[in-house]
Structures are given as structure tokens and as C-alpha cells.
């Protein structure tokens, strides 16, 4: 006999209020809340939890869309470690740049940071700081002049050696300047 059966939605993890949080992933939670922009080991240590359950319980939410992950940059050496942000509707999605000073073990302790620019944005910041500062100058000391991340700086600014518009200075340490033709055009 054939009955006519109603088809209802199955919830996803993320929305399904009769499966609460564990213990572990409020602490988790909590710690992601608190420290956004940070990795994985730093917020196993600041939530009091394994370094490999925090993974794997980031993993999922990452699936289920709760939560974002920004890959690390690499800068020689190891794999860069990968930063974590809460992803809401309600907020903008303002994920932390990696910085170049910090490492796995430590926490995230960044300043609060203005909305997420739009792209190519920071490559003007930085060029507009070396037409107005001249001389030699790292991607920490630009970073910070711009209240920006020294790794998102480093980006922008080989981006602008590519084009031609700056040229790198000192590899130990990385130091930049206005290329001679674009100091040139401005004068």
C-alpha cells in the first residue's frame, strides 16, 4: 500500500539545538571567541584542551561553516601554521592577518582591527607610505606605522616589487623602498 510521506529538513550540526556543545568545545569555543586569528595549538593551550583534539573539533566546524580558516604564510623554513575566526551573519568577516612574530605556542593577543579591506587596498596604504616616507623601511615597521599585520605588509609590498613600483633593499632583514622611477613621477 502506498502512503504519502512528508519529507522534513535534517538539521546540520550547526543549527540542531538538541546537540549541545561538550565540554571541551565550549572551552574551545570560548577561546575562538576570545582569540580570534589564532592557531590551532595556541587555542588548545589557552582552553585547557589536547593539541590534537582542537583540530579535529575545527575540522568539523569548518564543514559545517561555522568557523574559517586563513592559511598561514610561509616565510622559509615549516609549514606555516593555519589561524582560525568564528564566521557569523550577523558581523562582518574580519579574519586577523598572520603576523611574522608570532609561532605556534603562543596565543593571539591582536589589537582590535578596523574592517577587512577591499582588495588591492593595502598595496596603495603601503606604496602611499613609501612615497611619503622616504627611505629604507621592514614590512614590521610599515605594519605597525599602518596599524596592519607585518605578514599582510610583506605580501603587498612584493607584490609592488613585481609591478616594479618598490624594490627590496636588504634580504636580512627584508627591507623595502620607492623605486627610483616611481620616486621619480611623483616629484
Keep these: 500500500m502506498f502512503t504519502n510521506r512528508t519529507l522534513q529538513a535534517v538539521p546540520t550540526p550547526a543549527t540542531d539545538p538538541a546537540k549541545p556543545r561538550t565540554g571541551t568545545e565550549e572551552k574551545l569555543w570560548r577561546a575562538l571567541r576570545n582569540h580570534p586569528g589564532s592557531t590551532a595549538i595556541a587555542l588548545s593551550a589557552i582552553a585547557e584542551i589536547g593539541k590534537s583534539t582542537a583540530p579535529k573539533i575545527l575540522i568539523r566546524w569548518e564543514k559545517d561553516g561555522l568557523v574559517a580558516r586563513t592559511a598561514g604564510i610561509a616565510d622559509g623554513g615549516s609549514r606555516p601554521a593555519d589561524r582560525w575566526s568564528i564566521v557569523t551573519d ?15 605556542d603562543q596565543p593571539t593577543d591582536q589589537p582590535e582591527k578596523s574592517l577587512r579591506l577591499a582588495p588591492g587596498a593595502l598595496r596603495g596604504m603601503v606604496e602611499d607610505y613609501l612615497r611619503d616616507n ?7 615597521t610599515i605594519g605597525k606605522a599602518l596599524n596592519r599585520s607585518s605578514g599582510a ?15 627590496r633593499t636588504s634580504d636580512k632583514p627584508k627591507k623595502y623602498s620607492l623605486a627610483a622611477t616611481a620616486a621619480t613621477a611623483t616629484k
Excluded at 90 to 104: I, R
Excluded at 134 to 140: C, H, K, R, V, W
Excluded at 153 to 167: I, P, R, S
Aim: hydrophobic share 30%; no cysteine; aromatic share 6%.
Design 90 to 104: 550577523d558581523l562582518p568577516t574580519d579574519q586577523p592577518e598572520p603576523d611574522d612574530k608570532l609561532t605556534d
Design 134 to 140: 622616504l627611505g629604507d623601511f621592514s614590512p614590521n
Design 153 to 167: 605588509v610583506h605580501n603587498a609590498l612584493e607584490k609592488l616589487v613585481t609591478n616594479g613600483y618598490v624594490v
